[in-house]
C-alpha cells in the first residue's frame, strides 16, 4: 500500500495539532515539537510506497516518540560532555568559573541556532563520534552532504564564538 500526495496533505491535517500536543507533552517546547513533527512527517513521506493506511496512526506516533526519545538522547550527550569536561578544567579562581559558564552558554546557544540538519550532524560527529560515511547512512543522505553540513555548522559556530574558539 502507498499514499499519494493528496492523501499525505489528509494525514498531515488530521494528526498535526494531536501529534504537537504529544510531542510538546514530552518535549515541554513547543519548537522542539514542531521540528519533531516535522521529521515524523518527512518519514513518513519518505516511506510512503511501504505505509499502510489502516496503521498509519500508530505509525505516526511511534515515529515520534522515538525521534523524541532520540532527541533527548542527543541533549544528554551533550550534557554529559559538557559536565565531563568541566570536571576534568581545574578551575582556580571565580573569574576562570565565570568564564567557563559564559563560554558554556555562548557555546549551548550557538549549537541551539543550528538548523536541525546541521546540529544532528555535528553532534553525531563530535559527541557521538560518528564518522561521515556512518553518518551518512544512518540520516540517509550523501557523504558530501554530511561534509556540506559540518562545514556549515562549523563556520557558523566559528561565527557565532569568534575568538573564543
Do not use: C
Not at 30 to 38: G, H, N, V
Not at 52 to 64: G, M
Not at 127 to 133: E, K, S, V
Amino acid at each position: 500500500m502507498s499514499i499519494d500526495l493528496k492523501e499525505f496533505e489528509h494525514l498531515f491535517d488530521q494528526y498535526f495539532e494531536s501529534l504537537r500536543r504529544f510531542l510538546y507533552y514530552k518535549t515541554g517546547d513547543i519548537e522542539t515539537s514542531e521540528d519533531l513533527i516535522q521529521e515524523t512527517f518527512l518519514k513518513v513521506w519518505s516511506q510512503r510506497e511501504k505505509v499502510n493506511k489502516t496503521t498509519v496512526k500508530s505509525l505516526l506516533y511511534t515515529i515520534a516518540s522515538n525521534l523524541a526519545k532520540n532527541h533527548f538522547k542527543h541533549q544528554n550527550i551533550v550534557f554529559e560532555f559538557a559536565s565531563r569536561q568541566q570536571v576534568r578544567e581545574k578551575v582556580e579562581s571565580p573569574q576562570q568559573l565565570l568564564e567557563a559558564s559564559e563560554f558554556e552558554k555562548m557555546l549551548q546557544d550557538a549549537l541551539a541556532s543550528l538548523s536541525e540538519a546541521n546540529r544532528t550532524t555535528f553532534l553525531m560527529n563530535r559527541i557521538d563520534g560518528l564518522t561521515y560515511q556512518e553518518i551518512a547512512e544512518r540520516l540517509e543522505i550523501s557523504v558530501k552532504a554530511v561534509e556540506k553540513r559540518m562545514s556549515n555548522s562549523i563556520q557558523h559556530l566559528y561565527n557565532s564564538l569568534g575568538y573564543k574558539l
